[in-house]
């Protein structure tokens, strides 16, 4: 099993940034497909953004695609989510996952990630 801390939520106005990190413990997350998903109240779990686990590919969900950048850090153990341009409709809480697989295309529904962690807010205002 592979633990995962999510940080760096906040509450940001809208058209800010933020940068989630999800720190990665146990199995090293070198080895597997990682993704990014949010939760709004009310709303079911719904995909962000995805890496393999080479990080050569990446996808995103059509709603963040140009705004949201997915990337990792091997030497960290560390995952990052950059959010730019945010808006109101961003708000959620975030959560990091991993696939405990190795594979070159990317994973977009919650059923397909093992390990999850335990979700970090973000609130962007209007």
């Known amino acids: 099993q592979v633990q995962l801390v999510e940080s760096g939520g906040g509450l940001v106005q809208a058209g800010g940034s933020l940068r989630l990190s999800c720190a990665a413990s146990?199995?090293?997350?070198?080895?597997?497909?990682m993704g990014w998903f949010r939760q709004a109240p009310g709303k079911e779990r719904e995909f962000v953004a995805a890496?393999?686990?080479?990080?050569?590919?990446?996808a995103y969900a059509d709603s963040v695609k140009g705004r949201f950048a997915v990337s990792r850090d091997s030497a960290e153990n560390a995952v990052y989510l950059q959010m730019n341009s945010l808006k109101p409709e961003d708000t959620a809480v975030y959560y990091c996952?991993?696939?405990?697989?190795?594979?070159?295309?990317?994973?977009?529904?919650?059923?397909?990630?093992?390990?999850w962690g335990q979700g970090t807010q973000v609130t962007v205002s209007s």
């Open positions: 996952a991993v696939k405990r697989f190795r594979s070159y295309i990317t994973y977009v529904n919650v059923a397909e990630y093992d390990d």
């Open positions: 146990g199995r090293t997350e070198n080895d597997y497909n």
């Open positions: 890496m393999t686990w080479a990080g050569g590919v990446t």
